[in-house]
């Protein structure tokens, strides 16, 4: 089991630019949670895709979208790049399914740097 | 919305010897507490959780309470190992992993040996 996927490892974007970054979650998943993680903060929430839809949304502003696939994988966007995007970003993924274990698994992260 | 708070912000122990890490939430809707483990560069991973039905729940040397009138739930760990040192966070969710999980902001454990 590879478990939670992400790409790239690290990043370096400039102020302005646009970035994507990718997950493919763990086997059996089928919901994907993305989370930024500032240096020395704990993860904040951005949002969870569960059928190809996102399903709830922490307090980002639009600039930071995303997208899920048939096949679950997710990618986060994010516009408009600002020197205070700069962080980890986080992939967990969980499934929905009645019975099942619904703990959610993370990903090693993406480093993302903006300059 | 859900508010998470941690304390301590850093624990230093001596090999062997006991740590514990205290965390309150403000949500009375929130169910499900996890504790997560983060090493320098990893993402973080899941050690233990506890459902709001349960008031402990131990696995091998670590153990976690949680007291829900007070809204406070805490991390034990017991013969602490140098491999234990690391970034520990507590979450806070209504609903398992499925919802979105409200984090402390961690505490940097350092087991001396």
């Known amino acids: 089991d590879a478990g939670v996927t992400q790409s790239p490892t690290h990043l370096i974007k400039t102020r302005g630019q646009q970035v994507t970054l990718r997950c493919s979650p763990k086997?059996?998943?089928?919901?994907v949670s993305w989370y930024q993680q500032a240096l020395g903060q704990g993860p904040q929430f951005i949002f969870q895709?569960?059928?190809?839809?996102?399903?709830q949304r922490g307090n980002f502003p639009d600039r930071f979208s995303g997208h899920q696939f048939p096949n679950y994988s997710s990618e986060l966007n994010v516009n408009a790049l600002l020197l205070g995007d700069s962080a980890l970003y986080l992939c967990?993924?969980?499934?929905?399914?009645?019975?099942?274990?619904?703990?959610?698994?993370f990903g090693q992260g993406t480093r993302l740097t903006v300059v | 919305g859900e508010n998470v708070e941690q304390h301590p912000s850093t624990l230093s122990v001596q090999e062997g010897d006991s740590a514990v890490i205290k965390c309150t939430y403000s949500?009375?809707?929130?169910?499900?507490f996890p504790w997560y483990k983060q090493e320098l560069g990893k993402g973080p991973q899941l050690i233990i959780d506890?459902?709001?039905?349960?008031g402990e729940k131990k696995d091998q040397r670590i153990a976690v309470t949680l007291n829900k009138t007070a809204k406070h739930f805490s991390l034990h760990i017991t013969e602490t190992q140098p491999e234990d040192s690391a970034v520990y966070f507590c979450?806070?969710?209504?609903?398992?992993?499925?919802?979105?999980?409200?984090f402390g902001s961690g505490t940097r454990l350092q087991v001396q040996p």
């Open positions: 967990a993924s969980t499934t929905n399914g009645q019975g099942l274990r619904t703990e959610a698994f």
């Open positions: 086997s059996g998943h089928d919901t």
């Open positions: 895709y569960y059928e190809e839809e996102e399903r």
């Open positions: 949500d009375s809707a929130s169910n499900y």
């Open positions: 506890i459902r709001s039905n349960v």
């Open positions: 979450a806070a969710s209504r609903n398992t992993g499925r919802r979105a999980l409200t």
